[in-house]
């Protein structure tokens, strides 16, 4: 059985309501999911997942200047090498996600793989299009 580990942050429910329709998903296609806010994480976690799922909302400008909050970062700053793990991220946001994805990847940069696919959502509702983003990232 492949094995996903979904790691979020959020402030106001949204995007933690994104990663459980993520979990329940992944959950349907008989993947084994361990599903941790950032405060729970403990190194250690990753080891032998097949999957990475890093989530966190959209903080920014509203119109530039997106970025994690500075909850995620001090996380980023202290992950462990999970270098072997196919990785995506995801976010929701109100307006633009614009630098979002890009300074996620920066902060991990050596720490993950390169994420091989994005998903993001203002509602944090699992679409039809991200289910098919998770078919092929999972395949
Ligand atoms: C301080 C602050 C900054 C935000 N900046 C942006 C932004 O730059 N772009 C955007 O689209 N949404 C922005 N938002 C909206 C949030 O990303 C959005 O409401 C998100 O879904 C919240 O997720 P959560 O419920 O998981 O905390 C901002 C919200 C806050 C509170």
Known sequence: MKKAVIIVHSKTGITRM?????EEYLQGKEIEV???SIRDYRNGLCGDA???LLGCWTSGLMFFMQHPDKEWKTFASHFEDASGTKTMMFTTYKILTGSMFRTMTKLLAGKTNPPSAFLKSRNGTLS???KSILDSFCQ
Do not use: F, W
């Open 128 to 130: 039809e299009n991200d």
């Open 18 to 22: 994104y990663a459980e329709e993520i």
């Open 34 to 36: 361990v599903s941790v």
């Open 50 to 52: 097949d999957y990475l």
